[in-house]
């Protein structure tokens, strides 16, 4: 049973497209985010959801839309694709606070040609 | 600004030695640090956590140390198997309001040999 699952895992699509990545947990976390991971491993948050509601928001240009239709499932919707947004994009969960274990989903590798 | 980081971006090791990672933080209002391990083409899986008032605590193999005073975060692995070869990440966890939010390092490699 996977507690974090996302789909696609891989993704090759051309400049200009719009393309969406899907994600949802079965740990009934209240939590969800979208990292970055880029070429050099490192790892930044994107966005993070409360039950539905838009809680961090890391000043991610508006390109990118996520989703939340509710709180077990937190979509990522990326219009306009461009070179720089090839990475690989890791949703992951936690309970509501701090100091709690966040889990994170096998990635979606997404490559901009 | 908030940072994580890193000394040493790669890291050999014998297999059956002891494995030590370093990670030096710079917000001294963080309260919770964690330590991910992430294997070729998966995601960051938990390995130990540890909170500002503790200074030590110890997993299966793993232990992690934290000085505060400093500023600095260690993950140390005992008896280092291949298995154990991956990334290794410290975070901080830096939310506001409560709210979860963690600041990743660089990450180190370790790569154990026979």
């Known amino acids: 049973d996977t507690a974090v699952s996302q789909t696609p895992k891989y993704l090759v699509t051309q400049m200009g497209n719009d393309k969406s990545i899907k994600c949802e947990q079965n740990l009934g976390h209240d939590t969800m985010y979208w990292y970055k991971q880029d070429s050099k491993k490192f790892l930044k948050i994107m966005f993070s959801y409360n039950n539905k509601e838009l809680i961090i928001n890391e000043t991610v240009p508006n390109r990118f839309s996520p989703k939340s239709p509710d709180k077990a499932h937190l979509n990522l919707h990326i219009n306009s694709l461009e070179l720089g947004d090839s990475a690989v994009y890791f949703c992951?969960?936690?309970?509501?606070?701090?100091?709690?274990?966040?889990?994170f989903g096998e990635g979606s590798w997404l490559t901009v040609v | 600004g908030e940072s994580v980081g890193l000394h040493l971006p790669t890291l050999s090791v014998q297999e059956g030695d002891n494995s030590i990672i370093n990670c030096a933080y710079s917000?001294?209002?963080?309260?919770?640090f964690i330590w991910y391990k992430q294997e070729s083409g998966k995601g960051p899986q938990f390995i130990i956590d540890?909170?500002?008032?503790?200074d030590k605590r110890q997993g299966q193999r793993v232990t992690v140390l934290l000085n505060k005073t400093v500023k600095h975060l260690s993950l140390q692995i005992a008896a280092t198997q291949p298995g154990d070869s991956a990334v290794y990440f410290c975070?901080?966890?830096?939310?506001?309001?409560?709210?979860?939010?963690?600041?990743f390092g660089a990450g180190t490699r370790l790569a154990v040999h026979p």
């Open positions: 992951a969960s936690s309970q509501i606070y701090g100091e709690s274990t966040i889990y």
């Open positions: 540890i909170r500002s008032n503790m």
């Open positions: 917000n001294s209002a963080s309260d919770y």
């Open positions: 975070a901080e966890n830096s939310g506001a309001g409560g709210y979860n939010k963690l600041i």
